[in-house]
Every structure is written in C-alpha cells, then in structure tokens.
C-alpha cells in the first residue's frame, strides 16, 4: 500500500508534521525511511536490524499467520482474521483500512489507515462498507470517532511478505502512533507485522516520546501471550466498563464530551437515557451535577432534566443520567445562541461556561448542559458579563480582543448585562455581526 511516490509524499508530511520539532518549516520532507531510523537512533539503535527480540520471559503461545501468496492487503488481511480474533477477541478487533481512523490534517490526503484497531464498545463506532471482492460477514469494518481515540487499545498495520520489515514499513505505524499521541492518547500501542514477524511500538504520554519497541517473529513461544497482555484496555475505557457494569447499561451512540466526561446514549430495560461518565475531577463533577439539577427546577425546558439520585461515584469513575437524549447543536442559527442564553438570564441564573458545544438539540428545541459547577458564582452584572463575552467568542469565533476593540459592542454589551432583555440582546447580536470577516 505504501509503495507508490504518493503514499511516500502522505507519510513524509505526517512525520513531519509529528516529529519534525527541530526541523526548519521550509526545509526537505523525510523520506518514510529516513523519519524510522532517526527515531530508531533517538532509542540507541542503529537501524531496524538493531530492534531487541521480545523477552517473553513465559508463555508457550505462538500465532498463526497465514502463509503463501496473496493478490493484496485486504486478501492477507481478510485470511489473517480467524487468527487475530482468537488472540484478541472477535468483538474488539476492527479492521480500519477502508477508512482514516484519525483527524484529517490541512491536506486531507494523509493516510491514516492502519488494518486494524482494538475498540472495546462497538456501538460507538462508525460502521463502513467493506471492499466488494474481499468482504467478509466474519470481518467488522468500522473507525472510532475522533473524539473517542483515547480509547482506542491497540493499532495493527500489516504487510504482505515473509521477508524483513522494513524502516519504511516501520514509519507507517510510528505515524500512526505519533497522530494517536497528539490526539491526548494515553499509551499508543501497535504491532507492525508481516506473514513472518512482528515488530511491538509504545508510546508513553508522560514523557511524550517512543518509549519501548521490540520485535519477534510468529512462530516465537510466548509472542501469544505477550501480545495479550499489551493489549489490556486503556485506564479510560477500562473505567467506562466498570460504569457501565454498574449500572446494567447497554450502551448505545456516542453523543459527544463534556468539560471532564464523554456522554453516551445508554439503555437500562426499556429505558434510554444520555450516560455522563467521568474518570476524575469527581468532586467538580459532583457540583455540576447539583447545579444543573437546581437550574432545571428554576429554569425548566432551558436545561437538560438530570435524573434525581442518579449520581454515582465508583472506584475511579462517576456518571449521572439525564432524562433528555438531546443531540449536537451544530448548525444552531447564532442569534438562537443570544437568545438562549438571554432566557436563562431572565430565569436569574448564569450558564458559567456558555459555549456552543454546550447547547443540546431536543427535536426542534435546544437546551444547556455542562453548567459550570462553582456555587459562589452570583447572579450579577460581573457573571452575565462572562456568560455574554463566551458567547460572543463562541459564536463569532474570535477574541477577547476583537471584542474590545469594536465600541458598539462594549457599549451594548455594559447595557444588556445591567438590563437584560430581549431587545438588548437582539441589539448586542445585531453590533456583533461586524465580528464577521
């Protein structure tokens, strides 16, 4: 797959882009072969040859992977299947190559297809077609969201051929790896393989960098049970299943991420409610919980209805229920955004943190989540302020800056916050409108 000029010129772009921090911008693009050795020197090596076989200490396990001739990737991969999923588990493995699993860059033609990933919930991924003359009922074609690659558990990108692998080979899935730690993975892990060996990569978040790399062939007693052992599920989904395990949840589509959690649309019986689960900041979570459940009682059909006495706080996890599974708000008209947040004014409350993404759509209504959870946070001229200012840069996109330097708005501004209204808020909306570019 990576053998064409063009996939050199994708890969050569992504490695820039990931570890080129010393490189001059307008310097020469590293060759794929290039980028794998200097990291591999970075680790005290000095080529690919140089990787340490795996000391697999115990286990008797091997894999095996197929042998013999294949016409292409998705044929070596499609025969690989049986295999990989009785090491790894048929309902976590995925394969990804029919679509970028990560987030396109300036220039959308980066590939960012490795062959497969490990996702422990498959309800929350995204479902593709697979290749017409290799699919597969066996094989499930599917890519995380965006927002959800911190939990993805492993990445596999294989080649066909019993030969070594290669630094070129190896610059695919150091990318990949790259792109995942970007994206605020924890703990990247990956296997670059072929039909004879294997060649195991970490990353650490701590230290930001490559941190372990080794390689074993298939046939290798213990390689099995070393594999599965690496593949235990990040810290994230491995408390987000505890969570779920609580509660009888069966979980259904993601709907999006709140200040500290990841909210998802969760069944129990026949029931189905949006699931907010965070893995820390338990006490802020627990105040936002109590002041989104006041600010339903004062304001209604403006907030989310959060379940009463739904708050739980396990080991390593918390998560409240909300009664309304609300869905994003993109494509809200802005001046609906003034408006909204005009009317909980007029309840006598502040949002906190009023930004776009934290606006919800109900059918044809919309309503506010993730209300910041100070107490002290009084209903005065100060705090609409900072509701209003977030709203404004949120909307228009801009600064505090760009703000400050258009008079219209400063004055419409000091006017809405010391009489809030309807028609202050459509004449403050109107002023900003010069924001535009």
Known sequence: MYATAIIFEQLQEAAMKAYAAGARASGPLETPSVYANRILKQMGMSSISAIPSCDFGSGVGTVACPAGEFENEYHFNKEFHPELAKVFGEQRLFNTERNSYLPASERTSNDKKPDWAIFEIPSLLKRNSAPKSFASQEICYATPPEELLDLVTFIFEGKIGTGNLTPTDLAALLTYLALLLKENHANPRGVLYNQREFIYVEYDHAIGDLSLIERSTWATAGCREFLQKKCVPPPAMQKLQRALLHGSFTPGRWLGRGRFGLVLEAAKGD???????????????????????????????????????????GDGYAYYLMSDVGESSDGIYRRDVFKLICALHLKEMVHGDPRVQNIVKL???????????????????????????????????????????????????????QHVSEPNVETLYDCCKALDP
């Open 271 to 313: 029931v189905v409610y949006a699931l907010k689960v965070v893995t820390d900041h338990f006490n802020f979570f627990k105040a936002e919980f109590e002041k989104l459940s006041i600010a339903h009682e004062k304001a209604g059909h403006l907030v989310v209805q959060p379940v009463p006495d739904s708050l739980v706080v």
């Open 363 to 417: 059918g044809t209504a919309y309503k506010w989540v993730d209300m910041r959870q100070e107490f002290d946070m009084r209903f005065d001229s100060h705090s609409i302020e900072d509701d209003m200012r977030v709203v404004v840069k949120s909307s228009f996109h801009c600064t505090d800056d760009a703000i400050s330097k258009i008079d219209a708005i400063e004055t419409h501004l000091q006017s809405y916050c």
